[in-house]
């Protein structure tokens, strides 16, 4: 392969990764606006948010730490990484841990960080199954095998016909990303 093939198959690869995470943001986006009241979409205070996330990962039978924190309480420059994106989630292997008493070496920890406009059920869920699918080394982004556990967990942990809503919002997205794509084919390159 040459350099220039390389180069194109890397582009294509990331415009691959905006696409999926732009899709799945706008279900997201319109599932939360179509019942804002709803146990899906409810604004939640920070206590809440922590609580149902840490229900579902012991639910999901994970022992690892799960750290959450608010993303305007980071450090300044870290929050600038998180750029539009409402949460993100990441597997961290943190070198010497404290564990109150002691140091006790590495530890491996999920971490999610949320901005106040995440903090709500489904977003909860977006970034769990970033983690379940995720390891330290391999992110998997949002295609099929995070679609798949997010997917499930709405199923277990939502009102029943959420899912199905997303379902149907996710292929409407798709459907509209691949018409805008074909009407501009330029077009995702601008969200690079
Ligand atoms: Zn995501």
Redesign the pocket.
């Known amino acids: 392969m040459s350099a220039t093939d390389d180069h194109e198959s890397m582009r294509e690869q990331a415009l691959a990764t905006v696409r999926e995470?732009f899709t799945?943001?706008g279900a997201d986006h319109h599932v939360m606006g179509l019942d804002p009241g709803a146990e899906q979409s409810e604004p939640l205070a920070i206590g809440e948010f922590r609580s149902f996330a840490e229900s579902i990962w012991s639910a999901e039978r994970r022992v690892e730490y799960l750290m959450i924190s608010e993303v305007h309480r980071l450090p300044a420059h870290v929050q600038n990484w998180f750029a539009d994106?409402a949460a993100?989630?990441r597997w961290f292997t943190v070198p010497n841990w404290f564990d109150g008493n002691d140091l006790i070496g590495p530890r491996l920890v999920a971490y999610i960080d949320v901005k106040a406009e995440g903090l709500r059920r489904l977003v909860a869920l977006?970034?769990i199954a970033?983690l379940l699918v995720d390891s330290e080394t391999v992110r998997c982004g949002?295609g099929s095998r995070?679609i798949e556990a997010y997917r499930s967990l709405m199923r277990k942990y939502l009102p029943p016909g959420v899912q199905a809503i997303w379902d149907r919002t996710f292929a409407e997205t798709s459907n509209e990303v691949a018409e805008r794509v074909a009407a501009d084919p330029l077009w995702l390159a601008h969200l690079l």
Request: proline share 0%.
């Open positions: 995470a799945a943001a994106s993100a989630a977006h970034e970033h949002h995070w």
